[in-house]
């Protein structure tokens, strides 16, 4: 499975890759080139802005490199996406605090609960104890499929019908110190089901694990979004709400294996860059993977 995901995120990639492609198939670089590279860059989510620094950048290398080839130019594109993309990558740090509290936002229907799942595998994996804590407890949905996804990983997890969701992540995270866990992953709700304003939720859950952070070791330590690929300049404005309202750390972007355009990774990397710590390429628990601007740059463009 682990070979093949770069291909599995070419696959999903691949209407972006061959629309942009198609731009260098050209026997000169003129302005017509740039106007479709343009759209094309536009088409595949990257948004007005991030568009504009590409292109503006792209010019500059190629006056520089004295390219005349289109096919050149292309080689010139996958650069500068890369260096655009680059304060993306950053990695999940997991070993500073015991436990590493890692609070989880998102949206139903993001990926939240499976990408928590594959999370949960990866820090296994890595040998760290994890305990997950469900607080959303209002959705008994979410709280069974949370339950599944810790069975498959043989981890311990704290949830409650109803009641107060901040109480659950404050005992959650008594409960690891106790348990001695290295890590307490608290999933949150995604939407709810009463007039309450989600954000106000999840501020409150914030506010309360501040408080149960006793030590004084800055809990939540980690604060993650988990945004669909697939929803384009919709997932940008996620990324601005949640992180005006929670302070975000990081973003998990999943389903970039089905037909997402990728580009929207440009856009945040431009308007609200936070990293990039795991791209989910699949529904099974080992398709997550770690972001890599250049290899995602190259995938980008086919
Ligand atoms: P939640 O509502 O945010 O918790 O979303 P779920 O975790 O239940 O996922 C919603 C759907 O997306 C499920 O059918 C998952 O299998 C699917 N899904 C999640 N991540 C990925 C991914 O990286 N790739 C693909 N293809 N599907 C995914």
Same mark, same amino acid.
């Given at each position: ?6 291909? %599995?995120?070419?696959?999903?990639? %691949? ?5 942009? $492609? ?24 990257? !948004?007005?802005?991030? *568009? *504009?620094?590409?292109? /503006?950048?792209?010019?500059? %290398? ?37 436990? $590493?509290?890692?609070?989880? +936002? ?13 999370? &949960? ?40 019908? =109803? ?14 110190? +106790?348990?001695?866990? /290295? ?30 952070? $006793?030590?004084?070791? =800055? ?34 972007? &999943?389903?970039? /294996? ?21 791209? !989910?390429? !699949? ?6 993977? *770690?972001? /890599? ?10």
């Amino acid at each position: 499975a682990r070979a093949g995901w770069v291909d %599995r995120l070419k696959l999903g990639l %691949r209407k972006t890759g061959s629309s942009i $492609t198609t731009v260098f198939t050209g026997t000169r670089i003129d302005e017509a080139l740039y106007e479709e590279l343009e759209e094309a860059l536009l088409m595949a989510d990257t !948004g007005v802005k991030a *568009t *504009t620094v590409l292109l /503006d950048d792209l010019r500059r %290398r190629v006056k520089e490199a004295r390219a005349t080839e289109p096919a050149a130019v292309r080689e010139l594109l996958i650069d500068a996406i890369a260096d655009l993309l680059r304060p993306l990558q950053k990695p999940l740090v997991i070993g500073e605090h015991k436990p $590493t509290v890692v609070m989880v +936002a998102g949206v139903n229907g993001a990926g939240k609960t499976t990408s928590i799942g594959k999370l &949960t595998r990866h820090l296994a994996a890595h040998k760290a104890s994890v305990l997950l804590a469900a607080a959303d407890t209002f959705r008994a949905a979410a709280r069974e499929q949370l339950a599944v996804w810790a069975d498959r990983n043989y981890v311990e997890i704290i949830s409650q019908q =109803g009641g107060d969701p901040a109480a659950v992540a404050f005992d959650a995270v008594n409960a690891g110190r +106790a348990r001695g866990k /290295d890590v307490v992953l608290v999933d949150t709700a995604g939407r709810l089901p009463t007039q309450l304003h989600l954000m106000e939720e999840l501020k409150k859950i914030r506010r309360t694990l501040v408080k149960a952070d $006793t030590a004084g070791t =800055g809990v939540p330590h980690e604060v993650l979004l988990v945004i669909d690929g697939n929803t384009g300049q919709n997932a940008l404005m996620q990324v601005k709400a949640f992180d005006d309202a929670i302070g975000l750390t990081g973003l998990i972007v &999943t389903k970039l /294996d089905g037909t997402a355009k990728g580009g929207v990774l440009a856009a945040i990397a431009q308007e609200r860059p936070v990293p990039v710590y795991f791209i !989910g390429v !699949g529904e099974k628990l080992e398709d997550l993977e *770690t972001f /890599d601007a250049r290899e995602f740059a190259q995938a980008l463009l086919g």
